[in-house]
């Protein structure tokens, strides 16, 4: 999961904290373009089974201090770290999920091309 993906959602849900509760109307290309990336920004999460995990709470806690200036609640350097690590945990878990489904008469665990920081 890259910083990129991760800032963009970071947007994302502040602006739908916004409007929470309401049910959004896309009326202009504008809001077409927003929702369609907030579709897409989950999608993606799920698909490497981290749609579940997140907290929203501490997703729109985060954006809101970057956005605002805050003091972040942890480092640069755990940031970084953190962000690296579910990466990696990432990667790893795809590599097992294919290295078990190429054996013969095999499957791969459920789970397995999923990660969970």
Do not use: C
């Not at 989950?42 to 997703?59: A, S, T």
């Not at 809101?64 to 942890?74: A, F, M, P, V």
């Not at 489904?101 to 791969?108: C, N, R």
């Amino acid at each position: 999961m890259s910083i990129k993906w991760i800032s963009l959602l970071a947007v994302l849900l502040v602006t739908a904290d916004a409007y929470a509760g309401e049910t959004a109307a896309i009326k202009t290309p504008k809001d077409q373009i927003n929702y369609s990336i907030g579709v897409s920004t989950i999608r993606h999460f799920k698909q490497y089974g981290n749609g579940g995990d997140i907290d929203l709470n501490m997703v729109l806690q985060g954006m809101k201090d970057e956005l605002s200036g805050r003091q972040l609640l942890i480092t640069e350097k755990e940031l970084s770290s953190v962000l690296l690590a579910v990466q990696t945990e990432i990667i790893q878990r795809k590599r097992t999920a294919r290295a078990l489904a190429s054996m013969p008469g095999t499957t791969a665990p459920v789970g397995a091309g999923t990660a969970k920081p």
